[in-house]
Nanobody, 119 residues
Framework: QVQLVESGGGLVQAGGSLRLSCAASGSILSINGMGWYRQAPGNQRELVATIIGGTITNYADSVKGRFTISRDNAKSTVYLQMNSLKPEDTAVYYC?????????????WGQGTQVTVSS
């Protein structure tokens, strides 16, 4: 059984910062890509940032220069540092990881953490 547990969401004023964390646990053989997605009310879930191998990163245009994704392979944890937050960043943020177990390789999601940015 694999679990992704997120933390770090909350309420912040525009211009502020938050740091999200997502820790993977369970019978993990290896973790390939990890990433963050978000879903605002009435909208589809969208990619925020991904990281592969600890160094190859990809960002949505809307967060480039403000958000930074990083990964601690020893802790099976991915982080999202969010700076210069805007009200339009308000959403539920979900962690995602492609994880290999003895049963094969599957895509896993966290439960989501709410980020609310007030104007």
């Amino acid at each position: 059984q694999v679990q992704l547990v997120e933390s770090g969401g909350g309420l912040v004023q525009a211009g502020g910062s938050l740091r999200l964390s997502c820790a993977a646990s369970g019978s993990i053989l290896s973790i390939n890509g990890m990433g963050w997605y978000r879903q605002a009310p009435g909208n589809q879930r969208e990619l925020v940032a991904t990281i592969i191998g600890g160094t190859i990163t990809n960002y949505a245009d809307s967060v480039k220069g403000r958000f930074t994704i990083s990964r601690d392979n020893a802790k099976s944890t991915v982080y999202l540092q969010m700076n210069s937050l805007k009200p339009e960043d308000t959403a539920v943020y979900y962690c995602n990881a492609l994880i290999a177990t003895l049963q094969g390789r599957n895509n896993y999601w966290g439960q989501g953490t709410q980020v609310t940015v007030s104007s």
